[in-house]
């Protein structure tokens, strides 16, 4: 009966031992990643693991058994060890090799942006008028009759006021057809003096060609105080213009109308690209019209309470699509519309 029990035991350990052998196997291979190893180790290698389990059986099983059985045992922890330690080193040596990094090779270069070449005009002819003492004021592109026309002394039957210019928002508002009306609205907010440039769009409903667009940018100047003259104005915008085109460009004062100045007048510079002989660029003529100004007219003045006796002062608008086209020699004013990085990348 004893020897029954025990022949069994022997029996019985022997085939556990197979099943763990097994069992092993098949975790080792489904293990994907280091962690589950530590799980594998416990499992089967621990202090109270399986094979630990089978250690302890030996108790129960008869003395000539014990040797075969205690070999057997042997050999398989020392088995399931090395397969547990090249598994261990498998991962170790791949996951090496995944995270290697060579420090000397060069990095990856990033595509860098750009500003467009509207941008860059605006910020460079403003930080020049920010050194000629002028601060930077801004407006709303959505305006009203009143600061776009009516406070800039627009005559009601204007033909610019023509729905064939100026597009109209559902709510009766305007898109601002120039920068003029952040004249007016600085100049209802603020006493003389004031010395402002404005930058902003612009809004016109013309037909779309190389030459014009639904939407351009412009620059407003003005500069109202006590003695302002028309001198100021010219000293100003030569200075201005020797120092965005470089000091040998000519300008040339022509007179003109606006509603809004009185005299008023748009200037032209040579033609950069010519000097002045002639190209296609300037159409043979040598000068390229690059803005209006004047002297801010009295009614004007009386829109927004300031006292024409007491203050004169100058204003300008200028194209910067015009200027910038000119310089870089674009000949398609939709170019600087279509944001086409291959093209806006020359720039
Ligand atoms: N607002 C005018 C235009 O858009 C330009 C201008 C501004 C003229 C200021 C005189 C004074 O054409």
Not at 33 to 56: C, Q
Not at 62 to 81: F, S
Not at 137 to 164: C, I
Request: aromatic share 12%.
């Amino acid at each position: 009966m004893m020897g029954d029990k025990y022949e069994k035991n022997c029996d019985m350990i022997k085939d556990t031992i197979l099943e763990v052998q097994k069992q092993f196997k098949e975790a080792l291979a489904k293990v994907q990643e280091a962690l589950a190893l530590e799980e594998i180790k416990n499992t089967f290698l621990g202090r109270k693991g399986k094979v630990a389990g089978l250690f302890s059986m030996m108790g129960e099983v008869p003395a000539e058994e014990k040797k075969d059985l205690g070999q057997l045992l042997n050999k398989l922890k020392i088995e399931l060890q090395s397969d547990f330690d090249a598994k261990v080193s498998e991962f170790t040596s791949s996951t090496s090799k995944k995270e290697w990094v060579d420090y000397t090779l060069p990095g990856y270069s990033m595509p860098k942006g750009s500003r467009h070449p509207l941008t860059q005009a605006v910020d460079d002819m403003l930080s020049i008028f920010q050194r000629l003492g002028f601060d930077i004021a801004y407006g709303p592109e959505v305006e009203t009759d009143w600061f776009n026309f009516e406070s800039l002394n627009f005559p009601p039957n204007h033909p610019a006021r023509d729905m064939q210019d100026t597009f109209y928002t559902e709510g009766g508002g305007i898109l601002r057809t120039h920068t003029s009306p952040v004249q007016t609205r600085y100049m209802s907010k603020h006493e003389p003096p004031v010395r402002i440039v404005a930058p902003g769009r612009v809004f016109r409903n013309e037909a779309i060609s190389a030459r014009s667009y639904c939407l351009f940018h412009q620059i407003e100047g003005l500069y109202i105080d006590t003695d302002i003259t028309f001198a100021d104005l010219k000293g100003t915008i030569e200075l201005f213009c020797r120092m965005y085109y470089g000091k040998d460009v000519k300008i040339k004062f022509r007179t003109s109308y606006f509603p809004f100045t009185e005299p008023s007048a748009e200037i032209d510079v040579s033609c950069f690209l010519c000097g002045g002989k002639g190209c296609r660029v300037c159409k043979n003529t040598g000068w390229l019209e690059i803005m209006g100004c004047g002297m801010v007219d009295p009614n004007v003045m009386k829109a927004v309470n300031y006292d024409p006796e007491k203050y004169t002062g100058y204003a300008f608008g200028l194209g910067v699509e015009r200027m910038v086209m000119m310089r870089l020699g674009i000949n398609d004013i939709r170019t600087l519309f279509e944001n086409d990085v291959e093209f806006l990348k020359q720039f």
